[in-house]
């Protein structure tokens, strides 16, 4: 068995329901429907707010998209930034990323800074929109340029994937650092995977932990697992099997599959916790599932020696299969030796 040392990237869209500043003003929530009711926007944008958090009335989607479109057909960008967002998750409204681009281009156009970054999103994933990686850097730099974190940590993105711009891990650090020194936790797991890996800044595992610790600790399952690896490798940190398994545990609670398989490897070897091949088979059950070809391959093996379970090689045969459909050539080579073995 070995511990599971992948590292993964992911761009997520920023898509927080904005809301006028009054919104949270109950005392004044007569006033504000009496506003609302009149016509003006501001109040409408306000009251759809409240229906969307629950404050002062009843949550309700519904009447939070109702109040939304009220203000939004009035041209007030907030309004429109908020019920494309509403459409973009598919709440109180049908989901429909058509309405969601058309919503988020007119919040934009106005100069709506996080429209401007979720309209970049779906140009990038091709979502209600032909996929368009330069519309898409264009919109992330006219949010960048109103300071979004969100959007300085996706035209980041671009540029380490080379989309829309030619591919420089420099420029990905840059647009990292300036995002992850706002706080955003995506952006400080991926600085410190550039700090892991040496692209585009000096290999420095010191700064690895510092970042993947700052967005660990905001809750980023990716980080608490990076967090969790650094811990077992002894990199930037002293080597601690019992704060691995602490940061591995984190990221399961949150669903994580490769923690899941490594936290089943702690249990395995009996690193950090006691040995105990029942939750190593509980949690590489969940991971397998997850499709962590190493979970699968690890559960094989259990099934073969009869660790944590009843001994039987047809599963066993079975996990070693899913294991080398899954691209893990240890899984091929165990099945192809169950198989010539007559099993």
């Known amino acids: 068995m070995k511990t599971l040392l992948k590292k993964m990237m992911v761009a997520l869209l920023a898509l927080g329901i904005g809301q006028a500043a009054w919104a949270d003003d109950v005392p004044n929530l007569k006033q504000i429907v009496q506003k609302a009711e009149a016509g003006e926007e501001d109040a409408q944008v306000a009251l759809g707010s409240m229906y969307f958090k629950g404050v002062g009335v009843r949550q309700s989607d519904q009447e939070a998209v109702r109040w939304y479109r009220k203000a939004a ?3 007030q960008a907030e309004a429109q930034y908020n019920l494309a967002v509403m459409y973009t998750e598919g709440r109180g409204v049908r989901q429909d990323y058509v309405e969601a681009v058309r919503w988020y281009r007119k919040a934009a156009d106005q100069g709506y800074a996080e429209a401007q970054n979720n309209l970049g999103a779906m140009y990038k994933d091709g979502k209600g929109i032909r996929q368009d990686d330069n519309q898409a850097v264009q919109w992330f730099r006219k949010a960048v340029e109103q300071g979004v974190d969100a959007a300085q940590y996706n035209l980041g993105l671009m540029y380490y994937e080379g989309r829309g711009v030619r591919q420089d891990y420099k420029q990905a650090v840059q647009w990292y650092r300036k995002a992850a020194e706002q706080g955003y936790k995506d952006a400080q797991n991926d600085l410190g995977v550039m700090y892991k ?30 967090l ?26 949150q669903g994580d599959a490769n923690a899941q398989y490594n936290l089943g490897v702690m249990y395995a070897k ?18 397998a599932r997850h499709g962590v070809a190493e979970a699968q391959s690890g559960l094989g093996w259990m099934y073969y020696t009869g660790r944590g379970v009843r001994q039987n090689s047809v599963i066993a045969k079975e996990w070693y299969k899913k294991a080398c459909d899954n691209g893990l050539q240890d899984g091929c080579n165990d099945y192809r030796q169950l198989d010539n073995e007559g099993h």
């Open 73 to 75: 057909e009035q041209g």
């Open 197 to 226: 890996d040496g692209k585009g800044v000096r290999k420095d595992y010191v700064q690895a932990v510092k970042w993947y610790r700052k967005a660990a600790e905001q809750g980023n399952a990716e980080a608490q697992y990076n």
């Open 228 to 253: 969790g690896v650094m811990y077992i490798e002894g990199q930037g940190v002293r080597q601690d099997d019992a704060q691995a398994v602490q940061w591995f545990r984190r990221a399961v609670e």
């Open 270 to 287: 009996g690193r950090g916790v006691r040995q105990d091949y029942v939750q190593t088979l509980q949690l590489w059950h969940k991971a």
